[in-house]
């Protein structure tokens, strides 16, 4: 019994550190949205998406202009 016992115990720390860990996480999330929303300034994961999304455009962009040239033969 008093091998189950600890083997129990064992196994419950690290799903609580991993529950509280995760809280915390959440929590400093919620708290640096909110402060972003107070300051009107973005988040770095905001920035970073959209970042990524004018990327992409331009590529899209460069490939539009690269096949008309083609198809007008320059």
Not at 2 to 24: D, I, M, N, Q, Y
Not at 28 to 44: D, M
Not at 54 to 70: G, P, W
């Amino acid at each position: 019994m008093a091998l189950l016992r600890a083997r129990a115990t064992r196994t419950r720390r690290p799903v609580r550190h991993a529950v509280e860990k995760f809280a915390g996480w959440y929590f400093t999330r919620s708290i640096q949205s909110y402060q972003y929303l107070q300051t009107g300034e973005l988040p770095p994961s905001v920035v970073r998406d959209r970042l990524k999304m004018a990327v992409i455009r331009l590529s899209i962009q460069r490939q539009r202009i690269i096949n008309k040239m083609r198809l007008r033969g320059f």
